[in-house]
């Protein structure tokens, strides 16, 4: 296998879980590439600070840093959401919060999926709340007709019907994420 190009086959051990490919591996490069040069020409004046969502925007993360040709800086922020582990609940906790200061920074926020749009939510007012000179959002997915809060989302990379997804960095109990591709989740809830 070629470890560097990205590739649809079905991870054996994962086939049993998964159903259909809601996005394939080409279809998430192609479209990394192309959000990765809006975003260099959008912030060719002012290079963003990137900051991830961990952990799901691992992948994303590491694929959209490198296709963007700006000195960009990164950081991560690692959130929980109480309550059940498919829903969340808006209320989010930190667990592991930014290294740099934001004052005066572009910053750009790098999630993996916009489902109710409550974590996100928090976390702009979170981080916007510290003075960055702008706050704008790049998710690789958004899930169409889930969102309970009213969202501008600068950058999307594909709206997707509401089924519950894992790979590219989405999980269920941490598994799933080394997956190229983004497939439903039909294994047990
Ligand atoms: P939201 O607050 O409802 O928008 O969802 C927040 C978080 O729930 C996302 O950042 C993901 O970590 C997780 N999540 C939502 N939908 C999915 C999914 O389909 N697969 C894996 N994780 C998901
Ligand atoms: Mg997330």
């Given at each position: 296998?070629?470890?560097?190009?990205?590739?649809?086959?079905?991870?054996?051990?994962?086939?049993?879980?998964?159903?259909?490919?809601?996005?394939?591996?080409?279809?998430?490069?192609?479209?990394?590439?192309?959000?990765?040069n809006q975003i260099s020409k959008d912030y060719a004046a002012n290079?963003?600070?990137?900051?991830?969502?961990?952990?799901?925007?691992?992948?994303?993360?590491?694929?959209?840093?490198?296709?963007?040709?700006?000195?960009?800086?990164?950081?991560?922020?690692?959130?929980?959401?109480?309550?059940?582990?498919?829903?969340?609940?808006?209320?989010?906790?930190?667990?592991?919060?930014?290294?740099?200061?934001?004052?005066?920074?572009?910053?750009?926020?790098?999630?993996?999926?916009?489902?109710?749009?409550?974590?996100?939510?928090?976390?702009?007012?979170?981080?916007?709340?510290?003075?960055?000179?702008?706050?704008?959002?790049?998710?690789?997915?958004?899930?169409?007709?889930?969102?309970?809060?009213?969202?501008?989302?600068?950058?999307?990379g594909f709206v997707i019907p509401s089924h519950f997804v894992v790979?590219?960095?989405?999980?269920?109990?941490?598994?799933?994420?080394?997956?190229?591709?983004?497939?439903?989740?039909?294994?047990?809830?």
């Amino acid at each position: 296998m070629d470890r560097h190009a990205p590739h649809d086959f079905t991870a054996k051990w994962a086939q049993q879980d998964l159903g259909e490919v809601v996005v394939s591996a080409k279809e998430v490069h192609d479209r990394v590439c192309e959000l990765g040069n809006q975003i260099s020409k959008d912030y060719a004046a002012n290079p963003p600070l990137l900051v991830g969502v961990l952990k799901g925007a691992i992948n994303f993360m590491s694929d959209l840093m490198r296709a963007i040709e700006l000195p960009v800086e990164v950081d991560f922020m690692a959130v929980s959401s109480y309550g059940a582990a498919t829903k969340t609940s808006g209320v989010v906790r930190i667990v592991k919060d930014l290294d740099v200061d934001l004052v005066n920074r572009d910053v750009l926020i790098v999630e993996d999926v916009v489902d109710s749009g409550l974590t996100l939510n928090y976390l702009r007012q979170y981080l916007g709340a510290r003075s960055p000179a702008s706050l704008e959002v790049c998710a690789l997915l958004v899930k169409e007709g889930e969102q309970r809060v009213e969202q501008s989302l600068k950058y999307v990379g594909f709206v997707i019907p509401s089924h519950f997804v894992v790979g590219y960095g989405l999980d269920v109990n941490e598994r799933y994420r080394n997956l190229d591709a983004i497939y439903t989740y039909v294994g047990e809830a």
